[in-house]
């Protein structure tokens, strides 16, 4: 059975940083697209990452180029976000996602993955 299990939310201070691992186990997911979301209280979940993971290619949502890093590490089976420059918008539970085939059409879209972490509380104090 596949499980994804985010860790390192957590408080900070706007203009701080935090990393965010997600441990995928249950499977290899060493060709699949895995993505991170967030969802805000009373907003809709939102695309904000996402790596594939036998070409390292990446996807960002505007709102986090240049801040946001998301990164793999195949040999753990793991995939990280590197936040910086965090602002109280950035705000959420962190999801992490993986899709179990190698293509993904859009990887900004939800209904692309199949399964999902528990999420992960940021939040960013002003």
């Known amino acids: 059975q596949v499980q994804l299990v985010e860790s390192g939310g957590g408080l900070v201070q706007a203009g701080g940083s935090l990393r965010l691992s997600c441990a995928a186990s249950?499977?290899?997911?060493?060709?699949?697209?895995m993505g991170w979301f967030r969802q805000a209280p009373g907003k809709e979940r939102d695309f904000v990452a996402a790596i594939r993971w036998s070409s390292g290619t990446t996807y960002y949502a505007d709102s986090v180029k240049g801040r946001f890093t998301i990164s793999r590490d195949n040999a753990k089976n793991t995939v990280y976000l590197q936040m910086n420059s965090l602002k109280p918008e950035d705000t959420a539970v962190y999801y992490c996602?993986?899709?179990?085939?190698?293509?993904?059409?859009?990887?900004?879209?939800?209904?692309?993955?199949?399964?999902w972490g528990q999420g992960t509380q940021v939040t960013v104090s002003s």
């Open positions: 249950g499977r290899t997911f060493s060709s699949y697209p």
């Open positions: 996602a993986a899709k179990t085939e190698y293509y993904i059409a859009d990887p900004a879209r939800l209904s692309e993955y199949d399964y």
